[in-house]
T-cell receptor, first 112, second 119 residues
Framework: AQSVAQPEDQVKVAEGNPLTVKCTYS??????LFWYVQYPNRGLQFLLK??????LVKGSYGFEAEFNKSQTSFHLKKPSALVSDSALYFC??????????FGQGTTLQVKP | DTGVSQNPRHKITKRGQNVTFRCDPI?????LYWYRQTLGQGPEFLTY????????KSRLLSDRFSAERPKGSFSTLEIQRTEQGDSAMYLC?????????????????FGEGSRLTVL
């Protein structure tokens, strides 16, 4: 069965510093991987996805993610964090029927 | 606005009452998904429609829950005899058919959610 794990409940960084939010996956076959962001009392907004091709994927709002097959990871990164990036981040893997299977989420706190 | 629309955004009800949520997907999207999200957790899959056909139901979807998509457009999620444990955010998402001639690469487009509080 497909699954993702987000090992950190919370990540804290200072504004202007690089950030990393970690995600590992478990799938049979080739993974389709996604990152979403959620602001309080809002739905999920799509950030980026890995389907095939380059291991470094670029997405919205300056975010990128690195797919690493040997480590079964898909970590979300940003070179310079903004206070407005503070939110809840979810990693997801595509399951059968196209549904997405989400991790538990990581709260990102960017301090001024 | 051409995004996924959910109504109502908030619903407070007493235990034992029935509630219904509506989802209007993006118009050309034939696939529709319902998820439930409780505080501090990731969204959990409930059910999936392709056009009007309900093709998959999670074990989370007890017999008090029913979902329909009668004409392959909007969908409703009804919860009968609500319990306090049903308090959650109910999220709807849609996506277009994948394959040749489409631009879809698998991401789901989510609505803003319907928050249910059962007293």
């Amino acid at each position: 069965a497909q699954s993702v794990a987000q090992p950190e409940d919370q990540v804290k960084v200072a504004e202007g510093n690089p950030l990393t939010v970690k995600c590992t996956y478990s799938v049979s076959g080739n993974p389709y991987l996604f990152w979403y962001v959620q602001y309080p009392n809002r739905g999920l907004q799509f950030l980026l996805k890995y389907i095939t091709g380059d291991n470094l994927v670029k997405g919205s709002y300056g975010f990128e993610a690195e797919f690493n097959k040997s480590q079964t990871s898909f970590h979300l990164k940003k070179p310079s964090a903004l206070v407005s990036d503070s939110a809840l981040y979810f990693c997801a893997v595509r399951g059968n029927t196209g549904k997405l299977i989400f991790g538990q989420g990581t709260t990102l706190q960017v301090k001024p | 606005d051409t995004g996924v629309s959910q109504n109502p955004r908030h619903k407070i009800t007493k235990r034992g009452q029935n509630v219904t949520f509506r989802c209007d997907p993006i118009s050309e999207h034939n696939r529709l998904y319902w998820y439930r999200q409780t505080l501090g957790q990731g969204p959990e899959f409930l059910t999936y429609f392709q056009n009007e056909a309900q093709l998959e139901k999670s074990r989370l979807l007890s017999d008090r829950f029913s979902a329909e998509r009668p004409k392959g457009s909007f969908s409703t999620l009804e919860i009968q005899r609500t319990e306090q444990g049903d308090s959650a955010m109910y999220l709807c998402a849609s996506r277009p058919r994948q394959g040749a001639g489409t631009s879809s690469t698998g991401e789901l487009f989510f609505g803003e959610g319907s928050r249910l509080t059962v007293l």
